[in-house]
């Protein structure tokens, strides 16, 4: 073997463990304040490539259904047809384009977004993949935290009032961010 061939570390996969992962949102509400949420089952896998993080690549999926913002109301109409229409688009989904490496910590990675039936590519900052570390069941998992913003009527996502006072009820910006943990497969 060859030396080249003894140092070379395999591309590892990752499986997204739902049980502890979560994606969250934060919208402006009535000009005045945020309106937060989450979706809590998260899909998808992770190739890390290990010689060099760049060449990784990530997918994952979200199951609308779970959506959750602490008000039923709220979350029945964020999934009827004036928004996320969750039973003609039951899934968000994300496929990793490009990583590129932002100092020594941080990750930026480019990929295609899809909410309500609509592709945009997105970039996401990204805090991790932490240190392989084995759990008790003797699993080992790594970690990671991304975010980024979008605009919600690229997704056609363009349900709107405006406000007795001016403006609209809600504003166009959304910040996501991803809490993931990952099992080696």
Do not use: Y
């Amino acid at each position: 073997m060859s030396p080249a061939m003894s140092t070379k570390v395999a591309t590892t996969t990752w499986n997204i463990d739902p049980a502890h992962s979560a994606a969250h949102f934060k919208v402006r509400h009535m000009m005045i304040s945020n309106v937060k949420g989450e979706l809590t089952h998260i899909s998808g896998k992770l190739e890390l490539d290990g010689a060099d993080i760049t060449k990784s690549r990530v997918e994952a999926s979200v199951d609308v259904a779970t959506i959750n913002t602490r008000e039923p109301q709220r979350d029945a109409h964020l999934k009827s047809a004036d928004f996320l229409e969750v039973e003609k688009f039951p899934t968000l989904s994300f496929r990793s384009t490009g990583v590129s490496r932002r100092g020594d910590v941080e990750l930026v990675v480019e990929g295609e977004l899809t909410i309500h039936g609509v592709t945009r590519t997105v970039v996401f900052d990204v805090e991790g993949p932490s240190a392989p570390m084995k759990d008790p069941w003797g699993n080992t998992r790594v970690g990671l935290s991304a975010t980024t913003q979008i605009n919600r009527k690229d997704f056609a996502l363009t349900w709107n009032s405006a406000l007795e006072t001016g403006g609209l009820l809600l504003g166009e910006d959304v910040a996501i961010t991803l809490d993931v943990e990952f099992l080696k497969e």
